[in-house]
C-alpha cells in the first residue's frame, strides 16, 4: 500500500473513533473522548515514533489550553446565574417580548446578530458560550440553544476575535520568505500584508453567499427537530426575516473586508446587522403573521433538556431592573472584548511577558511545546468583570451573590472530564511532527493524502480539509496555520490562483466548527447539557456539510471559471436539493405526527 495512504488512514483512525462514538453509538463525550487520546496517543508513540516525553508535553499543553476553556465556560456560567438570580432576565425576556415572542426571530436576533457580534470582538468559542445560555433563559430547550450558538460559529468566524483567523492564521500560517511566494508578491504588485487582506476579502465574498441561508437553517433546524409539530416548513414561512437578517450582517462584512481589512468584517458587521434588525422588528418588518411557540416542557423529549433550567438560581424581587440595566453586564462584556482587542495599550499591557502573560517554554524541555496562559486577556477574564459590574447595577447582596457561585460551580463540574481528554488528544495530532520517525504531523499527512488523491479537483476539496482541521482542533486560526501553507503550494502546483485555494480553506475552517468535539463540549456545558455530545454532532453536521460544499463549488468556480464543471453542478445540487429535502422532510415529520 502507498506509504501516503497507510499513513493517512492511521492518522485519520483517532479521528474516525471519536467520531463513530459520538454520533453512531452515542457515547457521551466524557467516555469517547478518552479512548481516543488512547488511540492517537498508541499511533503517535507506535507509528510516528514520538517520545513519551513528547507526547507527555502535548498532553500537558492540552490540558493548559482546556483550563483556560473551562475559565471562558464559568465565566459565561457566572455571567449567566448573575442576570437570572437578580431577576434581570425577566427583563430581557420581556424585551424581547415587546420586539416579538416568535422564537424564531428571537434566535436569529440573539444568534445571528448578537452572536455574529460576539464572534467578532472574541473568538475562543465565546459566541456559543453566551448566545446558548442566554436562549436558555429564555425559554429554549437546552439542546436547541446549543445547536443554535453552534451553527452560528460559521459565517462570522474567519473574521472572529477582531481577525485573528486571518491575520495570524493565514498571515502566519503562509511561508512569507518562500521565493514562489515573493514571485507571486510580485507579480501581484502587492506587499505582504495587502496580499494577506486581499485573501480576507476573498473569504469575505464566499462567506457572504454560503452564508446567506445559515440564519434560515438556524430556524429551520430549530422548528424541524423541536418545534411542537416537528415541521420544518414552520422554519421556512420566515425565510423573508431570515434572508434580510443575513444580509444585514453579511453586507456589512464584506464593505468593511473591502475597506478595512480583516479585522473588523464580524466585530462591524454583527454589531450593524443587530441594530438594523432590532429597529425594524420593533416596527413590525417582516415579522411573521404567526407566533411560534415550543410546546410545553412537559411535552419535551428528555433528551433536550439538561441538568439546568431556564430559572435555576432565580430569586424573588419586588426591585424594578430597567431594560438598560438587565443588559449593562452584556454591554459591558463587549465593550471590554473590544477595546482589548483594539486599543493597542491595553492589549500590550493584558498581555506583557512575566506581569499579565506567562508564556512556558518547552515544556518537559521539549522544543516547540510553548503554550502561553493570558489570564488577564482571555474572554473569561472580561467574563468577570461584566459578572462584577452585573453585582453592582442589581444591587444583589451577599447571599445572592453566593448562590451565583454556587449555581455556576455545580454547572461546570461536569464538564471538565470531557475537556481534560479533548483538548490533549487535539495536541498529541498536531505536536505529532515533533517526532524521530521524519514524518509530518497528522493532520498534514492526511492534507497531502486527500490532495493525491483530488488532482486538479482540490479547489472544490479546500474548505473540507479546512473544516477538518477546525473539527480537529476546534479553532480557524489553527486550521489556518496547520494548512495554509499546504493549500498555497497545492494551488499552484495544479495551476490556478492559490489565494483562492487559501480562501477556501479559511472558509471551511470556520465552517467545520459547529462540529469541533471540544467546541460542542464546552457549549454545551454552559446549559447544563452533558452526555448528549453525540446528539448534538449529529444535528449540527449537515450544516458543515452544506458549508463545505457550497464553499468548495464556489471556490472551484472562482478557479475554473462558470461552466459544464463540478462547481457549477454543485452548486446546482443543493439549489435543488435544499428546497427538495426541506419538503421531503416536512412531509415526513406531517406523517410521523399522523396528520
Given at each position: 500500500m502507498d506509504s501516503v495512504a497507510w499513513y493517512s488512514m492511521l492518522a485519520l483512525t483517532p479521528i474516525l473513533t471519536v467520531g463513530i462514538l459520538l454520533a453512531v453509538f452515542r457515547w457521551p463525550a466524557k467516555f469517547a473522548m478518552p479512548l481516543g487520546y488512547v488511540v492517537a496517543v498508541c499511533i503517535a508513540w507506535l507509528t510516528w515514533d514520538m517520545a513519551p516525553t513528547t507526547i507527555a508535553?502535548?498532553?500537558?499543553?492540552?490540558?493548559?489550553?482546556?483550563?483556560?476553556m473551562l475559565y471562558i465556560v464559568f465565566g459565561a456560567l457566572l455571567l449567566l446565574a448573575t442576570v437570572v438570580g437578580s431577576g434581570a432576565m425577566e427583563t430581557i425576556k420581556t424585551g424581547f417580548d415587546r420586539i416579538s415572542p416568535d422564537r424564531r426571530v428571537q434566535a436569529i436576533i440573539i444568534g445571528w446578530c448578537f452572536g455574529?457580534?460576539?464572534?467578532?470582538?472574541?473568538?475562543?468559542?465565546?459566541?456559543?458560550?453566551?448566545?446558548?445560555?442566554?436562549l436558555l433563559a429564555m425559554g429554549f430547550p437546552a439542546m436547541a440553544a446549543v445547536m443554535v450558538g453552534l451553527i452560528v460559529q460559521t459565517t462570522p468566524v474567519s473574521f472572529g476575535a477582531v481577525g485573528t483567523p486571518i491575520l495570524i492564521g493565514v498571515g502566519h500560517g503562509l511561508d512569507e520568505s518562500s521565493s514562489s511566494l515573493q514571485t507571486r508578491l510580485a507579480e501581484k504588485s502587492m506587499t505582504y500584508p495587502e496580499y494577506v487582506a486581499e485573501i480576507g476579502l476573498q473569504v469575505a465574498l464566499i462567506h457572504a453567499v454560503v452564508g446567506l441561508l445559515i440564519p434560515l437553517l438556524i430556524v429551520t433546524l430549530l422548528t424541524g427537530l423541536f418545534g411542537p409539530h416537528r415541521s420544518f416548513a414552520d422554519g421556512l414561512r420566515i425565510a423573508p426575516f431570515a434572508i434580510y437578517a443575513s444580509l444585514a450582517v453579511t453586507i456589512p462584512s464584506v464593505l468593511v473586508a473591502s475597506f478595512m481589512g480583516p479585522e473588523f468584517p464580524s466585530l462591524l458587521g454583527g454589531l450593524a446587522g443587530l441594530v438594523l434588525v432590532m429597529v425594524t422588528s420593533s416596527k413590525g418588518f417582516l415579522?411573521?403573521?404567526?407566533?411560534?411557540?415550543?410546546?410545553?416542557?412537559?411535552?419535551?423529549?428528555?433528551?433536550?433538556?439538561?441538568?439546568?433550567?431556564?430559572?435555576?438560581?432565580?430569586?424573588?424581587?419586588?426591585?424594578?431592573?430597567?431594560?438598560?440595566?438587565?443588559?449593562?453586564?452584556?454591554?459591558?462584556?463587549?465593550?471590554?472584548?473590544?477595546?482589548?482587542?483594539?486599543?493597542?495599550?491595553?492589549?500590550?499591557?493584558?498581555?506583557?511577558?512575566?506581569?499579565?502573560?506567562?508564556?512556558?517554554?518547552?515544556?518537559?524541555?521539549?522544543?516547540?511545546?510553548?503554550?502561553?496562559?493570558?489570564?488577564?486577556?482571555?474572554?473569561?477574564?472580561?467574563?468577570?468583570?461584566?459578572?462584577?459590574?452585573?453585582?453592582?447595577?442589581?444591587?444583589?447582596?451577599?447571599?445572592?451573590?453566593?448562590?451565583?457561585?454556587?449555581?455556576?460551580?455545580?454547572?461546570?463540574?461536569?464538564?471538565?472530564?470531557?475537556?481534560?481528554?479533548?483538548?490533549?488528544?487535539?495536541?498529541?495530532?498536531?505536536?505529532?511532527?515533533?517526532?524521530?520517525?521524519?514524518?509530518?504531523?497528522?493532520?498534514?499527512?492526511?492534507a497531502e493524502g486527500a490532495s493525491a488523491v483530488s488532482g486538479g479537483l482540490w479547489p472544490f476539496m479546500a474548505p473540507f480539509l479546512g473544516a477538518l482541521g477546525a473539527f480537529v482542533a476546534g479553532s480557524n486560526t489553527i486550521s489556518?496555520?496547520?494548512?495554509?501553507?499546504?493549500?498555497?503550494?497545492?494551488?499552484?502546483?495544479?495551476?490556478?490562483?492559490?489565494e483562492i485555494v487559501v480562501a477556501g480553506q479559511a472558509v471551511g475552517g470556520a465552517g467545520g466548527n459547529p462540529i469541533s468535539v471540544h467546541n460542542i463540549v464546552a457549549a454545551s456545558a454552559t446549559v447544563g447539557l452533558l452526555g448528549r455530545e453525540g446528539d448534538l454532532l449529529r444535528k449540527v453536521l449537515p450544516v458543515t456539510l452544506y458549508y463545505c460544499t457550497a464553499a468548495g463549488a464556489i471556490s472551484y468556480i472562482l478557479a475554473h471559471g462558470v461552466g459544464w464543471n463540478l462547481g457549477t453542478i454543485a452548486l446546482a445540487v443543493l439549489a435543488a436539493g435544499l428546497p427538495a429535502a426541506g419538503f421531503w422532510l416536512t412531509r415526513r415529520s406531517r406523517v410521523d405526527d399522523g396528520q
Open positions: 508535553a502535548a498532553s500537558l499543553e492540552g490540558l493548559i489550553i482546556a483550563g483556560t455574529s457580534f460576539i464572534e467578532g470582538a472574541s473568538g475562543f468559542g465565546t459566541t456559543a458560550a453566551v448566545v446558548a445560555p442566554l415579522m411573521p403573521k404567526t407566533t411560534f411557540e415550543f410546546a410545553r416542557r412537559s411535552e419535551w423529549d428528555i433528551r433536550w433538556s439538561g441538568r439546568m433550567t431556564a430559572d435555576e438560581g432565580a430569586t424573588t424581587t419586588t426591585r424594578r431592573i430597567t431594560t438598560l440595566q438587565a443588559w449593562t453586564p452584556y454591554l459591558v462584556l463587549a465593550g471590554l472584548l473590544v477595546a482589548t482587542r483594539i486599543l493597542d495599550p491595553l492589549t500590550e499591557l493584558l498581555t506583557r511577558p512575566g506581569l499579565t502573560r506567562f508564556p512556558l517554554e518547552d515544556l518537559l524541555g521539549v522544543g516547540g511545546i510553548s503554550p502561553t496562559v493570558d489570564p488577564f486577556y482571555l474572554p473569561g477574564f472580561m467574563l468577570l468583570l461584566a459578572v462584577a459590574c452585573g453585582y453592582g447595577i442589581y444591587r444583589m447582596s451577599g447571599p445572592q451573590i453566593l448562590q451565583t457561585w454556587r449555581v455556576a460551580g455545580r454547572q461546570i463540574a461536569g464538564t471538565a472530564l470531557a475537556l481534560l481528554f479533548a483538548v490533549p488528544l487535539v495536541r498529541v495530532l498536531l505536536q505529532s511532527g515533533i517526532n524521530d520517525s521524519g514524518l509530518e504531523s497528522m493532520p498534514v499527512i492526511l489556518n496555520l496547520t494548512f495554509a501553507q499546504f493549500q498555497w503550494h497545492t494551488g499552484t502546483q495544479i495551476g490556478v490562483n492559490p
